[in-house]
């Protein structure tokens, strides 16, 4: 049976006290889950949540990080910093980074390559705007997405990867793809994996999908042959909502 990956992000929402009560409700209903579950707190409230999460399958995971090891870069999280907390993987390149925050294509490789150093999990983003899909550039917008910010990464660290597909126009808006235009897109991304590293590796990494995941749509989502899990952002933030998902089967 397939296993599954599903990731909350919890973006710029809980002070501590709300992070630490969220994560010990979760800690609690997940604790027989068998997906593979992550959340990613705000930085503020990382550490704090690494000591609820102590004892639980739950991972913990960073939304962003510095694309160097250390120095003067005013406002950054170092990599370094990250790992002595506990994170083990990080969201890398999601859609409001480089969108509101003009993140590029090399910048992010730049970090997707520094997580891979340093034994953190990079979840790298993809995905195209609206206007993007109807002038048809999907595909070159992806195809580009993915192999910039891959350059460098070997087959072996690919293996420590997992590419998240959000569709810019599905994240928050309470649209989502159907099943079968996402599967769609995730089958397209192997294409481009294979073309990369070779079939095995396109077939072996985990593709989530993200974009208005809810409790009622994520079973129709992941019966698709190509969705292996789910990135999830509002519906992350409240036990009610992302419990169900984690534990959808
Ligand atoms: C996201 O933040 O990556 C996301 C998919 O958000 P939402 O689930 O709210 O659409």
């Not at 649209?175 to 990369?196: F, M």
């Not at 077939?203 to 292996?228: F, H, T």
Request: some cysteine; proline content about 2%; overall charge neutral.
């Amino acid at each position: 049976m397939r296993s599954y990956y599903i990731a909350g992000n919890w973006k710029m929402h809980k002070t501590i006290s709300e992070s630490i009560a969220l994560a010990t409700v979760l800690k609690g209903k997940l604790a027989a889950c068998g997906e593979k579950v992550l959340v990613a707190p705000a930085f503020t409230a990382l550490a704090v949540v690494a000591e609820v999460l102590k004892g639980s399958k739950i991972h913990l995971g960073a939304q962003n990080m510095g694309c160097e090891e250390q120095g003067a870069h005013t406002g950054e999280v170092s990599v370094l910093m990250l790992k002595d907390i506990g994170v083990t993987a990080v969201i890398l390149g999601h859609s409001e980074r480089r969108h509101s925050y003009l993140e590029s294509d090399d910048l992010i490789n730049r970090k997707v390559l520094l997580a891979l150093k340093h034994g953190i999990e990079p979840i790298l983003c993809v995905g195209e705007t609206l206007e993007e899909r109807d002038a048809g550039k999907l595909e070159v917008v992806i195809g580009t997405q993915l192999r910039e910010g891959l350059k460098g990464v070997d087959g072996a660290a690919l293996r420590n990867v997992t590419i998240a597909y959000e569709p810019v126009w599905a994240i928050g808006t309470g649209k989502t793809a159907t099943p079968e235009d996402a599967d769609a897109v995730h089958a397209y991304i192997r294409t481009v994996l294979s073309g990369l590293y070779g079939e095995a590796a396109s077939k072996a990494i985990c593709i989530q999908y993200g974009g208005s995941v809810k409790a009622d749509n994520v079973a129709a989502l992941m019966a698709k042959p190509n969705i292996d899990g789910a990135l999830v952002g509002g519906a992350s933030l409240k036990v009610d909502a992302f419990a169900p998902i984690a534990l959808f089967r």
